[in-house]
């Protein structure tokens, strides 16, 4: 039986349900040979006691984060791999991210107590952490709006969109994205592979050969339940672009009860092309 790496899931630390050593000992569960899990725009699962913990249920654990960037009005979703966890750019970069969301969140929440809509700063990061489980990375506007439902300042989720917070509504805050070329470089900084994270959420052929055009070193051919035509599509676009291929789950844990860890994965043949 090939040996099996999942490197694509999120823990507390992100957007996910279950701690990061919850992750590695469900890894081992599952007979993974290796995990890399990927928090959206923040390395703070990589510490030494995860290292430690790993290294006892003998799983390799490859450093990874998915980070968010935009290309021409699309969201594209770039996983980073092998990187020096201590790397000061990346660090610094990453940092940065996470104060630019935090003074968006502040700036929407500041336009919509003009609108007698009370939501603190502070409110709204407990609300994330202790209801919803999300940590500080992965908060935005759709929490916002759960808690603007949860008050009962609107009668439904997307009012609280359509009425205040969607793009050009009245309490909007335009968010800062980078392009892919700058996030690709801070991860080349920390000796890391940049791989295009679920090309199928794109759609479009050429939108995707375009971004792969930017400096991509991989792309996720293999993801979560995707059709084998699908996977087929993917694979025939990281030959012609000679990209690595990289693969996973994309698991949440209770938030996406549909997918499970190890649902996909790359094998040790194209997880050594990944790492050498």
Not at 91 to 119: P, T
Not at 150 to 166: C, P
Not at 176 to 192: M, T
């Amino acid at each position: 039986m090939d040996e099996r790496y999942d490197l694509h899931c999120h823990s507390t630390f992100s957007d996910g349900t279950m701690t990061s050593s919850e992750l590695l000992h469900l890894a081992k569960e599952k007979n993974l040979n290796g995990l890399s899990i990927t928090d959206h725009d923040t390395i703070m699962a990589y510490d030494e006691n995860l290292l430690k913990l790993a290294k006892d249920l003998n799983l390799l654990l490859i450093p990874g984060v998915e980070i968010s960037s935009e290309y021409k009005n699309n969201n594209v979703h770039i996983l980073g791999y092998n990187f020096d966890i201590k790397s000061k750019p990346l660090k610094a970069f990453l940092e940065k991210v996470l104060i630019q969301r935090d003074e968006r969140n502040d700036e929407i929440l500041k336009k919509l107590r003009e609108k007698n809509i009370n939501i603190t700063f502070d409110e709204l990061y407990k609300y994330a952490k202790e209801k919803k489980k999300i940590s500080r990375s992965c908060v935005g506007r759709v929490h916002i709006a759960m808690l603007m439902l949860e008050k009962k300042y609107v009668d439904n989720f997307q009012q609280a969109f359509d009425l205040y917070i969607k793009d050009g509504a009245e309490c909007y805050v335009q968010g800062f994205k980078n392009s892919p070329k700058e996030i690709i470089d801070i991860l080349h900084k920390a000796g890391a592979k940049a791989s295009l994270a679920h090309p199928y959420f794109l759609k479009k052929r050429k939108l995707i050969e375009g971004i792969l055009d930017q400096g991509f070193d991989a792309i996720e051919v293999y993801y979560a339940r995707l059709l084998l035509k699908d996977e087929k599509r993917y694979l025939e676009m990281a030959k012609k672009k000679n990209l690595l291929i990289t693969g996973g789950s994309d698991y949440h844990g209770s938030i996406k009860p549909y997918l499970s860890l190890g649902s996909s994965w790359i094998n040790e043949i194209e997880l050594n092309k990944l790492l050498s």
